[in-house]
């Protein structure tokens, strides 16, 4: 069946354009009553079966097309079916239209093994419709029964045409008849307002004679017109009603139809569901009243709950219906308040709907929550409509409801359905079908406005498919008919006759071939092709096409699944707990969908719940296979067809004590369990102390096995004393225990978080030690020192007893209360002691006199003894101070306590004298001070001299040089004192006898070729530094060190000046002895009278005082130690101004331009011609104007000159220095000619640059070493630009991340990536370009190789490992 399409599209998925006069949405689905009323009471009919079922609403289906096919699908139905039929009734009501908008054609009624069916299609225009039954038989006793008839009836409503109301009754025969449709004579009708949409059929048996006829009311209530989203909080359709008992009153029945608001009402299949509610309790003391308005008008409804023992505000719901919660719809239309009079404790709850609409009416219901209880109130709003005049204004009733607001684009039907009349006159029947096929796609819903179609969006979808215009078929002379529809498990049989019986046939479904099996069956009769299928599933509901040759026909197949009836019903159940419950029921279908439920809600069947679910074949099963009290209620089996329905009632069995609760005397802190035994097992129950509800907790463990029942204490406590009870859940019996603690006397010194019980108190503060102590009864205490009882009279030490614990009092603590307290204790139930130490402590007393052991420049080292009272408590640490002699303030030296009786003060200055004390800390405080050291200064001695170096040798000297000390200090520097001593010896001999203040000196008198260590000592008050010693020995031997030229930096180039400018060059060097030094220009000897040269020892100076040209040249410096030889060459180069340039001459005077040419200047100043400025001047003012400067080509053409005039042209010359002193002038003048003078542009012919690849530079035979790039290097020339390709031995390297090619201006590279032996072979770079190609080659071989591993590891070819390997051990061999 094909899928319904969503609102806004078409059955494509494309958006569906709609005319701007149509409604913009399907009109929604009324609500349909059907009220049967009994006979009168002085002729009764009798009345078989039980009370009236609610009737159940059954999902749409297509209708049955009859078996030519020829009937189109029709627009979804509602089928509305009693719940029960009677099996032995066999009939069916067939009917056939020609379209699904044509008016009915009469129908046959024929008995079968079929409900009965009936269907009805709309005319047009309202029809009241009524089918009269031929003459009476004789009379005979009828029964009559709504719910359950003899024959079930199956009403088959379709949506009719237009949107006006249509009341059809048709009495059942009991014959077979021709029915004709005739104006009804009398036909019953109330309440018919506007239905958009629904057209109801109702079938009854026929009465008996004598009595009267029973009214069968159709009550057709129209749904409102689409609503805003404020207008949604309270649309709904109202509750039904349940039916009433009294057999004499109407009976009624409420259909709830889908609605398009968004208040919808409860499902029919949920009205006998019951509702999950707390109990009700009494929360409101105001209770919302029902009322009555106008559409438009305004009402509020109030609620109010006394908030007297409430601890919070309650919640509250307002529902539409039984299930809409209003809180969601507030709005424009809708508003809730809520407020508090704190005065009379009330809560005033309050719902106002503003501007009501006629959809609005229905039932409301308030519901107030709080904790565990629950209060409900339903009220019924009635919305009456305002009274309006007969006469309907059509364009008004069309315009569309609150233009430009919220609600613009809503069509409002009602003005206009509401006063229409329905005809008696039946519509000329009309094709619809054809006259959309004829008409545009922007009318089709003009016409389906016209003809009443509801269904547009269905209308449109069947249309696509049967829209396309019919053309001559040359293979089919009948084709498959639009649809057909069969029931599950039946067979249907698709046929088409073939013009051609010789052409190729096949059939699809879904677009799949279809192949010959039993369940799909191909025939052929003469000319016609039949497929059967035969046990039609859910599955062959699809779209299936037959293909003859080019042309192919479709068609669509609707499987009909047949309700699930209940063949045989639940059975009631009683029993008793912890038995096995079996719920059994028999359907018509095997595999069938059912639903348990237990007062109406599903009953859970997770892998977790109590219920198990179990079906095989037809029966169903639900099991409990351990029953309680809480199963008692209504099971029932819900199917598509029906409801069974049985009643569970499951009580207690008689409770057996089999073990009572017995009475014990526990000791405190011990665990307490307490057991008894009752019958039946799994009966749960509640523990009770003291008549208060015992809970388990981490403490408390209630424990439940079969019968046994457990109370567990782990450590019992004396609130655990008392009266016990075990009342099992369900019964008045109850079992009793008393439950006795007793604890012996203790003493609890772990409170106290004293180290080893001991209490320490500083000298002269009060003590008092608390401590608590337990027993049952109170026990009796004793404090004691040693032999003496301390008693609770003393006055300055005492003991005192209470309660839960005793405590001993020292009001002023002495050095004497220091021991050990002793405390008894003595019960009925035992004895205990426990000790208490004491500990009076006090400041200790000062240390001893500190004694200064070292001194420095800024420090000193200080020592100290311990005191020798330490104040009973240990000494934690010390505090040094020190003052200036001549001072009296004492400075704090650490902040941070000294453990030690060292230290070291720092930072004094040096040359003033100081003094030291120190104090001792403990716990309880800072000792007095020590007596304080005596006096000392400050003195440092320098830090060692620095940087000692080696400065000369011979072979009896060694002069050494070094720097001052770092640190010098107040003391000053003296002298340096320096040290030798032969090496190998500890001999040291002091050179100097007087100190030195240089810090140079020569050692003399050595022995040559002798090994010396020398070290230097820096001198002053303090005394001598630590030594700075040569890390080396020095051999005494003059040393030869070969000459070096250091050339600066600058020097190294073309060393630049001007004419007249000073040149002065410094050029050091090294050697040993004094190099000799030598200069040459161009070959010869520096002439001194030119230049001025002087050398030093490390340098040597090349001077000129005014340079000149011929000063230009590259100078040869010689440096000479012995046989060592080192030079340099430095390149002097004296600039001047250049020459004019030579030769300037007119080439060609054109138009408006000259062309000049020159040549470069004859004498170019030493420096190279950097450009050129050329100049013009007019003949009659010869001023000149510069025209371009820094030129650097040899011809111009100056533009732009004025016509008439004639000009002369001169050049500069310019270099580095700058322009030439003169110019060049031209010898003639050029004249602008004004007129007649055209230049003739030379002929050129283009060179011809193209040629074939040639290498430049050819690829060399390279060395890599493995595991570093390698780089392989060639230059190609070409026009146009080659293509270069690179090859491994002839094969192309192509997308190989190994290697990476590079091709810049021509050079060729390529690189390989930390090549391996592997990479090794001949190498070529072929270049290629339209003229021919080139090709050269090299040989690389790859040093350092790999192991088996590695190359494994790198994923090189097994063969090539192979290969490789060896080729190593060939190339091995020979090297051995």
């Known amino acids: 069946m094909p899928e319904p399409t969503k609102k806004d599209e078409t059955p494509n998925g494309e958006k569906e354009s709609v005319a701007t006069d149509s409604s913009e949405a399907p009109m929604p689905t009324p609500e349909i009553s059907l009220e049967v009323s009994p006979p009168p009471p002085e002729q009764p009919v009798e009345t078989e079966g039980k009370d009236p079922q609610p009737i159940e609403v059954i999902k749409p289906v297509q209708p049955e097309p009859v078996e030519n096919g020829s009937k189109e699908p029709e627009p979804e139905a509602v089928v509305v079916r009693a719940k029960e039929q009677v099996e032995s009734v066999n009939s069916e009501v067939k009917e056939e239209a020609q379209s699904p908008c044509s008016p009915p054609l009469p129908a046959t009624v024929k008995e079968e093994a079929e409900p009965v069916v009936t269907e009805v299609n709309q005319p047009p225009e309202p029809v009241v419709t009524v089918v009269t039954p031929p003459p009476p038989p004789p009379p005979e006793r009828v029964v009559t029964d709504v719910t359950q008839p003899p024959e079930p009836v199956v009403t088959v409503v379709t949506p009719p045409p237009h949107p006006e109301p249509v009341v059809t009754e048709v009495t059942q025969l009991p014959e077979p008849v021709v029915t004709v449709v005739t104006p009804p004579p009398q036909p019953v009708v109330t309440e018919v307002t506007q239905p958009p949409e629904p057209v109801v059929t109702l079938v009854t048996p026929p009465p008996p004679p004598p009595p009267p006829e029973p009214v069968v009311t159709v009550q057709v209530t129209p749904p409102p017109p689409p609503a805003d989203k404020d207008d949604d909080a309270t649309t709904n359709t109202p509750s039904p009603p349940p039916p009433p008992e009294d057999a004499n009153t109407a009976k009624k029945l409420s259909i709830e139809l889908p609605m398009w608001s968004l208040g919808e009402g409860q499902a029919p299949e949920d009205l006998d569901k019951p509702v999950d509610t707390p109990p009700l309790s009494s929360l409101l003391i105001e209770r919302p009243q029902g009322g009555s308005i106008t559409v438009g008008g305004d009402i509020s409804f109030v609620a109010k709950v006394e908030a007297q023992d409430l601890l919070r505000k309650p919640t509250i719901k307002w529902f539409k219906g039984k299930w809409m919660d209003l809180a969601s719809k507030t709005g424009k239309h809708l508003q809730l308040k809520e407020t508090f009079d704190r005065r009379t404790k009330i809560h005033t709850f309050e719902m106002h709907i503003i501007k009501a609409k006629d959809n609005y009416a229905g039932n409301y219901r308030c519901e107030v929550t709080y904790k565990d209880k629950f209060d409900s109130c339903s009220f019924d709003l009635e919305v009456k409509e305002l009274e309006q005049s007969q006469s309907v204004d059509i364009r008004s009733a069309f315009k569309r409801s609150s233009e430009g607001h919220e609600d613009a684009g809503d069509l409002d039907f009602s003005g206009l359905l509401k006063h229409r009349e329905p005809k008696q006159d039946e519509t000329p029947e009309v094709d619809v079908w054809e006259i959309l096929k004829s008409a545009r796609p922007d009318q089709y819903e003009k016409i389906a406005f016209e003809y009443g179609i509801t269904d547009l969006r269905g209308l449109l979808k069947r249309l696509k498919k049967t829209k396309k215009e019919e053309k001559k078929s040359?293979?089919?002379?009948?084709?498959?008919?639009?649809?057909?529809?069969?029931?599950?498990?039946?067979?249907?049989?698709?046929?088409?006759?073939?013009?051609?019986?010789?052409?190729?046939?096949?059939?699809?479904?879904?677009?799949?071939?279809?192949?010959?099996?039993?369940?799909?069956?191909?025939?052929?009769?003469?000319?016609?092709?039949?497929?059967?299928?035969?046990?039609?599933?859910?599955?062959?509901?699809?779209?299936?096409?037959?293909?003859?040759?080019?042309?192919?026909?479709?068609?669509?197949?609707?499987?009909?699944?047949?309700?699930?009836?209940?063949?045989?019903?639940?059975?009631?159940?009683?029993?008793?707990?912890?038995?096995?419950?079996?719920?059994?029921?028999?359907?018509?279908?095997?595999?069938?969908?059912?639903?348990?439920?237990?007062?109406?809600?599903?009953?859970?069947?997770?892998?977790?719940?109590?219920?198990?679910?179990?079906?095989?074949?037809?029966?169903?099963?639900?099991?409990?296979?351990?029953?309680?009290?809480?199963?008692?209620?209504?099971?029932?089996?819900?199917?598509?067809?029906?409801?069974?329905?049985?009643?569970?009632?499951?009580?207690?069995?008689?409770?057996?004590?089999?073990?009572?609760?017995?009475?014990?005397?526990?000791?405190?802190?011990?665990?307490?369990?307490?057991?008894?035994?009752?019958?039946?097992?799994?009966?749960?129950?509640?523990?009770?102390?003291?008549?208060?509800?015992?809970?388990?907790?981490?403490?408390?463990?209630?424990?439940?096995?079969?019968?046994?029942?457990?109370?567990?204490?782990?450590?019992?406590?004396?609130?655990?004393?008392?009266?016990?009870?075990?009342?099992?859940?369900?019964?008045?019996?109850?079992?009793?225990?008393?439950?006795?603690?007793?604890?012996?006397?203790?003493?609890?010194?772990?409170?106290?978080?004293?180290?080893?019980?001991?209490?320490?108190?500083?000298?002269?503060?009060?003590?008092?030690?608390?401590?608590?102590?337990?027993?049952?009864?109170?026990?009796?205490?004793?404090?004691?020192?040693?032999?003496?009882?301390?008693?609770?009279?003393?006055?300055?030490?005492?003991?005192?007893?209470?309660?839960?614990?005793?405590?001993?009092?020292?009001?002023?603590?002495?050095?004497?209360?220091?021991?050990?307290?002793?405390?008894?204790?003595?019960?009925?139930?035992?004895?205990?002691?426990?000790?208490?130490?004491?500990?009076?402590?006090?400041?200790?007393?000062?240390?001893?006199?500190?004694?200064?052991?070292?001194?420095?420049?800024?420090?000193?080292?200080?020592?100290?003894?311990?005191?020798?009272?330490?104040?009973?408590?240990?000494?934690?640490?010390?505090?040094?101070?020190?003052?200036?002699?001549?001072?009296?303030?004492?400075?704090?030296?650490?902040?941070?306590?000294?453990?030690?009786?060292?230290?070291?003060?720092?930072?004094?200055?040096?040359?003033?004298?100081?003094?030291?004390?120190?104090?001792?800390?403990?716990?309880?405080?800072?000792?007095?001070?020590?007596?304080?050291?005596?006096?000392?200064?400050?003195?440092?001695?320098?830090?060692?001299?620095?940087?000692?170096?080696?400065?000369?040798?011979?072979?009896?000297?060694?002069?050494?040089?070094?720097?001052?000390?770092?640190?010098?200090?107040?003391?000053?520097?003296?002298?340096?004192?320096?040290?030798?001593?032969?090496?190998?010896?500890?001999?040291?001999?002091?050179?100097?006898?007087?100190?030195?203040?240089?810090?140079?000196?020569?050692?003399?008198?050595?022995?040559?070729?002798?090994?010396?260590?020398?070290?230097?000592?820096?001198?002053?008050?303090?005394?001598?530094?630590?030594?700075?010693?040569?890390?080396?020995?020095?051999?005494?031997?003059?040393?030869?060190?070969?000459?070096?030229?250091?050339?600066?930096?600058?020097?190294?180039?073309?060393?630049?000046?001007?004419?007249?400018?000073?040149?002065?060059?410094?050029?050091?060097?090294?050697?040993?002895?004094?190099?000799?030094?030598?200069?040459?220009?161009?070959?010869?000897?520096?002439?001194?009278?030119?230049?001025?040269?002087?050398?030093?020892?490390?340098?040597?100076?090349?001077?000129?005082?005014?340079?000149?040209?011929?000063?230009?040249?590259?100078?040869?410096?010689?440096?000479?130690?012995?046989?060592?030889?080192?030079?340099?060459?430095?390149?002097?180069?004296?600039v001047d101004l250049p020459g004019p340039p030579q030769c300037v001459k007119i080439d060609e005077v054109w138009g408006g331009n000259v062309a000049l040419d020159w040549t470069p200047p004859k004498d170019n100043g030493n420096a190279a011609i950097t450009g050129y400025t050329i100049q013009k001047a007019d003949k009659k003012t010869m001023e000149w104007y510069t025209c371009i400067e820094h030129y650097h080509r040899t011809c111009i053409t100056i533009t732009e000159l004025v016509v008439g005039n004639e000009y002369y042209f001169r050049i500069y010359s310019e270099n580095m220095v700058g322009l030439s002193e003169g110019a060049t002038q031209t010898k003639d003048s050029a004249l602008i000619v004004k007129e007649g003078m055209q230049l003739k542009n030379p002929e050129y012919i283009d060179h011809d640059f193209k040629e074939p690849p040639k290498f430049t530079q050819p690829l060399i035979n390279t060395f890599a070493i493995a595991g570093y790039n390698a780089t392989l290097n060639c230059s190609v020339r070409a026009n146009p630009r080659p293509k270069v390709i690179w090859m491994k031995n002839k094969i192309a390297i192509i997308d190989d991340p190994r290697y990476r090619m590079f091709s810049n201006q021509g050079v060729c590279t390529l690189e390989i990536r930390k090549p391996s032996p592997y990479d090794g072979g001949m190498y070529s770079c072929k270049a290629i370009n339209d003229l021919g190609d080139a090709l050269v080659e090299c040989k690389l071989e790859v040093k350092g190789g790999f192991t088996f591993s590695e190359l494994m590891q790198r994923g090189v070819p097994l063969h090539l490992i192979d290969k490789y390997m060896s080729e190593t051990k060939a190339v091995e061999q020979p090297e051995k």
């Open 474 to 1134: 040359e293979a089919f002379a009948k084709k498959l008919d639009p649809a057909y529809q069969a029931d599950k498990g039946g067979k249907i049989r698709l046929m088409v006759d073939l013009a051609d019986p010789t052409v190729e046939l096949k059939w699809y479904k879904n677009g799949q071939e279809i192949r010959p099996t039993p369940k799909f069956i191909f025939e052929q009769k003469g000319t016609q092709r039949i497929l059967v299928i035969n046990n039609c599933g859910l599955n062959d509901d699809a779209a299936y096409s037959v293909a003859a040759g080019e042309e192919k026909c479709t068609t669509e197949l609707f499987v009909k699944e047949l309700p699930v009836k209940i063949t045989k019903e639940i059975e009631a159940v009683k029993t008793t707990v912890n038995e096995r419950i079996e719920l059994e029921c028999e359907v018509s279908e095997e595999g069938a969908q059912v639903k348990w439920c237990k007062n109406g809600v599903e009953v859970p069947t997770g892998p977790r719940s109590r219920y198990r679910v179990k079906s095989e074949g037809l029966k169903h099963w639900l099991i409990i296979d351990d029953a309680s009290k809480e199963d008692t209620g209504t099971f029932s089996l819900m199917a598509s067809g029906g409801t069974s329905e049985a009643k569970v009632q499951v009580e207690l069995k008689p409770l057996k004590i089999i073990q009572d609760l017995q009475d014990m005397t526990v000791l405190l802190g011990q665990p307490l369990k307490m057991h008894c035994e009752i019958f039946p097992g799994n009966v749960p129950g509640r523990w009770y102390r003291n008549g208060q509800l015992i809970q388990s907790n981490d403490r408390i463990n209630i424990l439940q096995r079969a019968k046994n029942h457990r109370l567990e204490i782990v450590n019992s406590t004396i609130h655990d004393a008392g009266d016990y009870t075990f009342v099992p859940e369900g019964y008045s019996q109850s079992l009793c225990a008393k439950i006795h603690i007793v604890d012996p006397p203790r003493v609890h010194l772990e409170s106290l978080n004293f180290p080893d019980n001991t209490v320490t108190i500083v000298a002269g503060n009060k003590l008092r030690v608390e401590i608590p102590i337990s027993g049952e009864p109170a026990p009796r205490v004793v404090w004691m020192k040693g032999e003496r009882v301390i008693l609770d009279s003393g006055h300055r030490v005492r003991a005192e007893t209470f309660s839960d614990h005793t405590s001993l009092t020292i009001d002023i603590a002495e050095k004497e209360d220091t021991g050990n307290y002793k405390i008894v204790l003595q019960n009925e139930a035992g004895e205990a002691g426990a000790s208490v130490k004491v500990k009076v402590v006090d400041i200790p007393d000062p240390p001893e006199v500190p004694l200064v052991t070292e001194v420095g420049g800024d420090w000193c080292s200080m020592t100290w003894e311990p005191p020798i009272y330490d104040g009973g408590s240990p000494i934690l640490g010390y505090f040094i101070e020190r003052k200036k002699k001549q001072s009296s303030r004492w400075m704090r030296l650490n902040f941070d306590l000294n453990k030690e009786t060292t230290f070291e003060p720092k930072k004094m200055i040096e040359g003033v004298p100081y003094e030291v004390r120190v104090f001792a800390v403990n716990a309880i405080g800072v000792s007095k001070p020590s007596e304080p050291s005596k006096a000392f200064v400050p003195l440092a001695v320098t830090s060692e001299p620095t940087m000692l170096v080696v400065d000369d040798v011979t072979d009896t000297t060694v002069t050494m040089k070094w720097r001052p000390p770092d640190t010098i200090g107040a003391a000053g520097l003296d002298g340096y004192l320096v040290e030798y001593c032969i090496e190998g010896t500890d001999d040291w001999r002091v050179t100097n006898k007087e100190l030195t203040e240089k810090t140079k000196y020569t050692i003399t008198g050595l022995p040559p070729e002798a090994k010396i260590l020398v070290r230097v000592r820096a001198i002053n008050a303090a005394g001598a530094s630590t030594p700075r010693t040569l890390q080396h020995s020095i051999l005494v031997k003059e040393v030869i060190e070969p000459p070096k030229i250091r050339i600066p930096r600058h020097l190294k180039q073309t060393y630049t000046r001007k004419v007249g400018e000073a040149v002065n060059l410094v050029i050091p060097f090294m050697g040993k002895p004094r190099p000799k030094v030598s200069w040459l220009k161009e070959g010869e000897t520096v002439d001194p009278t030119q230049v001025t040269i002087r050398n030093t020892d490390c340098d040597s100076i090349i001077f000129i005082r005014k340079a000149e040209r011929k000063h230009s040249g590259k100078y040869d410096m010689k440096v000479e130690v012995e046989n060592h030889v080192d030079t340099a060459i430095v390149d002097i180069q004296i």
